[in-house]
């Protein structure tokens, strides 16, 4: 059956690493502001079935869904720009259509035939895209394929959304191209040749962009988006310009100037209402406002890239516009910390963030940055393994030993306050062998977390395998560390917090995927609420305002 929802393909050229993701997601607000629903899938060649066992520095935060899929950090964008809770559904790799199509051939399901590229693994990919369209109910499906045009890994990707345009209708299909102009300095000129060979290549296999978005550093003349529009075959106001913003979130704006909703809506016959990005434009320009600067350190494993805490970061962000304050993140590698003078790089901050992570490295640094937030009353904000590090750091003052640890980081240790629960022992294995997505937490009333979200039960999403153990938890709690978010039976601590602090709060979840720009994350808004009131100079300790 003919599908009823209509169909963006972006592809990308010349370059990555240009904000195709941010694009893309910025297409999805314009078209929700139009009055459009949407949803957003992205398709990612390389052949990890999904992103979850790769490496933060190979490629950026795991993204995960309320359904538990570790995506890809695009649909962090897609979330936050297009305010929409996104699936499993909504990120397909190269290495889930082959196993797919690996299973049905073991399967026997095509009858004896050869197993191929076209028709096999196309017809997959489309499945998967027609399947999205069909559970979503959206008004318009956007993909983005990954990586750049001309990638080998890429070709059958493009070969399945060319397929689409037959499939589904000319009318119904907008494909988008997103290529880079390098600036030349010696001229002191913007090169279109790049995007010409990047189109040149895309038409090869079939696909005649609609709509090109030129990303630049530089201001793009009316020349270069002639030239572009010439040889490249489209409208010259098909060519848009997309200059390097200085906020993101300025990009749907950006878009909507160059009138590409409007282009967007006509093209693909919708129903659109007329723009409305009103409540988006004050948000951006709350952004843009001056204000006074709030110094908050995050300390972890993955620091050099920072794209491997793009949601924490963002989290932040948005909780600084909330408490109308700069918000400056000094990253702090968790290792420096194990080194001599490590107070140096925390003296500075008015709170601390342990974001997640995996592994032993850099652990007793993290450990050496509660403490320092603990004893110096400086606001703490601990993130899932950032959770478990204060658990452990508390452990270790009130048993007066340096013993007590995570079964992850010493499984010997004589007090393991963190470890894997029951039943849970006897799982190997990488891929998907963790607590992931949402789980529900009651709140305790009356304590930090339970007034900073204002609701007696939350939906929060997970991605660990390590809990609090419960073993330890009337102890703990005599001593100060108050469970205040637990799972609705009672047996999982999901929040903990320091009682005599104050804000030192810790999820064994990430929060940080659903914050929103317009609207920040409780506990996010909550721990910069609490960092406001901590002026610091220099070395100098907290000063309390109030
Ligand atoms: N490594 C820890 C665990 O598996 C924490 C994971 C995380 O921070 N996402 O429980």
Redesign the pocket.
């Known amino acids: 059956m003919k599908p009823t929802a209509k169909f963006i393909f972006v592809t990308g050229g010349v370059v990555s690493s240009v904000g195709k993701g941010i694009a893309v997601a910025s297409i999805g607000r314009i078209l929700k502001s139009r009055g459009q629903t949407v949803s957003v899938q992205k398709l990612d060649p390389y052949l990890n079935v999904d992103p979850g066992t790769m490496s933060p520095y190979q490629h950026g935060e795991v993204f995960v869904t309320a359904d538990g899929c570790e995506t890809d950090l695009d649909l962090g964008h897609y979330e936050r720009f297009i305010d929409v809770e996104l699936s499993r559904d909504c990120n397909v790799t190269a290495g889930d259509i082959y196993s797919s199509v690996i299973a049905k051939e073991r399967r026997g399901d095509y009858l004896g035939g050869t197993t191929q590229v076209i028709p096999h693994v196309t017809n997959e990919i489309r499945g998967r895209i027609l399947n999205l369209a069909e559970k979503s109910h959206a008004d318009v499906i956007i993909v983005e394929v990954g990586g750049t045009v001309g990638d080998i890994e890429g070709l059958p990707f493009l070969e399945a959304i060319r397929q689409m345009r037959n499939e589904v209708g000319k009318d119904d299909v907008l494909y988008v191209h997103v290529t880079y102009l390098p600036y030349i300095m010696a001229t002191r000129e913007l090169k279109t040749k790049p995007t010409q060979h990047s189109v040149k290549e895309l038409r090869s296999i079939g696909i005649q962009p609609d709509v090109i978005l030129c990303r630049s550093d530089y201001e793009i003349p009316e020349s270069a988006r002639a030239k572009i529009a010439l040889f490249c075959d489209v409208k010259p106001e098909a060519v848009i310009p997309l200059e390097t913003a200085e906020n993101i979130y300025e990009v749907p704006s950006t878009l909507e100037e160059a009138n590409f909703g409007e282009q967007v809506i006509e093209s693909l016959r919708l129903q659109a209402l007329s723009t409305d990005l009103v409540d988006w434009r004050i948000m951006v320009e709350k952004m843009t406002e001056e204000h006074d600067p709030l110094p908050i350190a995050v300390v972890g494993k993955y620091v050099d890239l920072h794209d491997s805490y793009i949601s924490v970061r963002e989290s932040l962000q948005h909780a600084g516009i909330h408490h109308e304050r700069a918000v400056e993140l000094t990253w702090i590698s968790a290792e420096d910390l194990e080194q001599d003078g490590w107070e140096q790089g925390l003296a500075g901050a008015s709170g601390i963030v342990v ?5 032993e490295r850099g652990i007793e640094g993290m450990v050496r940055a509660a403490r320092y937030a603990r004893e110096f009353e400086i606001p703490y904000l601990g ?4 959770m ?1 590090i204060m658990v452990i750091e508390f452990a270790r003052s009130v048993f007066g030993t340096n013993e007590a640890n ?1 079964t ?1 980081f010493d499984l010997e240790t004589p007090y393991p306050v ?1 470890a894997l629960m029951p039943g849970q022992r006897e799982v190997d294995g990488m891929g998907g062998t ?1 607590r992931l997505g949402n789980y529900p937490c009651d709140l305790v009333a009356e304590t930090r977390a339970g007034n900073a979200y204002n609701a007696s039960t939350v939906a929060e999403r997970h ?5 609090f153990n419960n073993q330890y938890r009337e102890q703990l709690s005599d001593a100060g560390l108050t469970p205040s978010g637990l799972s609705p039976d009672g047996a999982l601590v999901e929040i903990a917090e320091l009682r005599d602090h104050p804000f030192m709060v810790g999820t064994q979840f ?1 929060p940080e995927f659903r914050s929103r720009p317009n609207r920040p994350h409780p506990l996010f808004g909550a721990f910069i609420g609490s960092a406001k009131g901590v002026l610091r100079e220099g070395g100098q300790h907290k000063l309390p305002i109030t």
Do not use: K, N
Request: aromatic share 10%.
């Open positions: 974001p997640g992570g995996f592994g993130l899932c393994l950032g478990q995570s992850e963190i963790m991605r660990h395998r390590y809990e990430h």
